[in-house]
């Protein structure tokens, strides 16, 4: 079946400028994950979406960044004001439903490059 | 806070020579320990969970074994198409569902 799609898959942009990333999760998951993986590092969490309840966004870095999931579905981060240390790998997962007894499914991410 | 120490950071075997991987983590009551999967220019593809100290899993010539302060990835007989970034990752009781990652060990397979 269809994995989690991302898109796009990749994104040059100017600094200051807003981008949009969005995450299609694997059909019939209710969990969607958020994360950030830049060069070296491990990959980073900023925000986990479960059914209708409030979204946990302790992850995000800064009021720059925002996310949103409508209709239970699809999710799109928004960062605004795009800044060079943006740059990096945005990966969205999924799982059937929240919790330690679900793997998360990844997507193949967006490679964002701030110049 | 949670920590996931991965080690070595990178490893380069002939085919057919067996090695293990380190991860080590500190997390205040461990929900689940993951291991990854990471291809060039992919997302991360789930590999095993592991729950409990003694646990052990295996796929193909994969095989995971956990402690109560580490868990080894060992590789048997590898061949070139193991060749990937191996990542670790921890759930806390706490919130389980946040992954917290250590950095990966790639590792190289030569034919």
């Known amino acids: 079946g269809a994995g989690v799609s991302q898109s796009p898959s990749n994104k040059v942009t100017e600094k200051g400028k807003d981008v949009e990333l969005r995450c299609d999760p694997i059909?019939?998951?209710?969990?969607l994950y958020w994360y950030r993986q830049s060069l070296g590092q491990g990959l980073e969490f900023l925000i986990y979406?479960?059914?209708?309840?409030?979204?946990?966004k302790s992850g995000l870095p800064s009021d720059r960044f925002s996310a949103e999931r409508t209709g239970g579905s699809v999710s799109t981060l928004t960062i605004q004001r795009t800044q060079q240390e943006d740059s990096a790998v945005y990966l969205c997962?999924?799982?059937?439903?929240?919790?330690?007894?679900?793997?998360?499914?990844f997507g193949d991410g967006t490679r964002l490059s701030i110049l | 806070e949670d920590q996931v120490t991965q080690s070595p950071e990178a490893l380069r075997l002939q085919e057919g020579e067996s090695s293990s991987l380190n991860c080590s983590y500190t997390?205040?009551?461990?929900?689940?320990l993951f291991w990854y999967r990471q291809d060039p220019g992919k997302g991360p593809e789930f590999l095993f969970t592991?729950?409990?100290a003694g646990e052990e899993k295996e796929k193909e010539r994969l095989k995971a074994t956990l402690t109560k302060k580490e868990s080894f990835l060992h590789i048997t007989a590898p061949k070139p198409e193991d060749s990937a970034t191996y990542l670790c990752?921890?759930?806390?009781?706490?919130?389980?569902?946040?992954?917290?990652f250590g950095a990966g060990t790639t590792v190289t397979v030569r034919a």
């Open positions: 592991l729950y409990s």
């Open positions: 997390v205040s009551g461990l929900r689940g």
């Open positions: 997962a999924s799982s059937l439903a929240g919790g330690g007894n679900q793997p998360q499914h």
């Open positions: 990752a921890v759930q806390a009781r706490s919130n389980d569902y946040k992954l917290s």
């Open positions: 979406f479960q059914g209708n309840s409030a979204p946990d």
């Open positions: 059909s019939g998951h209710t969990a």
